[in-house]
C-alpha cells in the first residue's frame, strides 16, 4: 500500500523559508519520479517541482530560484525547501508519485506566507 505523508508546513513572513518533507512508503522509492504540487484556495492544483530517480530536477517558472527539490533514497523521503516565500505561494502542498498508472497523494501540508 502507497502511502505518502508529508510534514513541514507551517505559518511565515514574506520572505522566510521552510522546508517541507515527504515520507513515502509502498514503493521501491529509489526508482520513482516524485513531484510536489500546490493548491491555493480557490485555485486547481499545480506542479511545483519535481525530481527523476537519477536527481534530474524541473521547476515552475513561479519558484525557480526559489524552490530546491531533492530526494534521500535511503530514508525514502523527498524535500522541498522554499526560500524567499511570497504571500502567493500560500497554499496545501502535496506529495505525488504515479505507480502502475495511479496517482497517489499524501494528505497535504498547509503552507501560510503572511505578516
Known amino acids: 500500500q502507497v502511502q505518502l505523508v508529508e510534514s513541514g508546513g507551517g505559518l511565515v513572513q514574506p520572505g522566510g523559508s521552510l522546508r517541507l518533507s515527504c515520507a513515502a512508503s509502498g514503493i521501491a522509492f529509489r526508482f520513482y519520479f516524485m513531484g510536489w504540487y500546490r493548491q491555493a484556495a480557490g485555485k486547481e492544483r499545480e506542479l511545483v517541482a519535481s525530481?527523476?530517480?537519477?536527481?534530474?530536477?524541473n521547476y515552475r517558472d513561479s519558484v525557480k530560484g526559489r524552490f530546491t527539490i531533492s530526494r534521500d533514497n535511503a530514508k525514502n523521503t523527498v524535500f522541498l525547501q522554499m526560500n524567499s516565500l511570497k504571500p502567493e505561494d500560500t497554499a496545501v502542498y502535496y506529495c505525488?508519485?504515479?505507480?502502475?498508472?495511479?496517482?497517489?497523494w499524501g494528505k497535504g501540508t498547509l503552507v501560510t506566507v503572511s505578516l
Open positions: 525530481i527523476t530517480k537519477s536527481g534530474s530536477t
Open positions: 505525488n508519485v504515479n505507480k502502475d498508472y495511479m496517482n497517489y
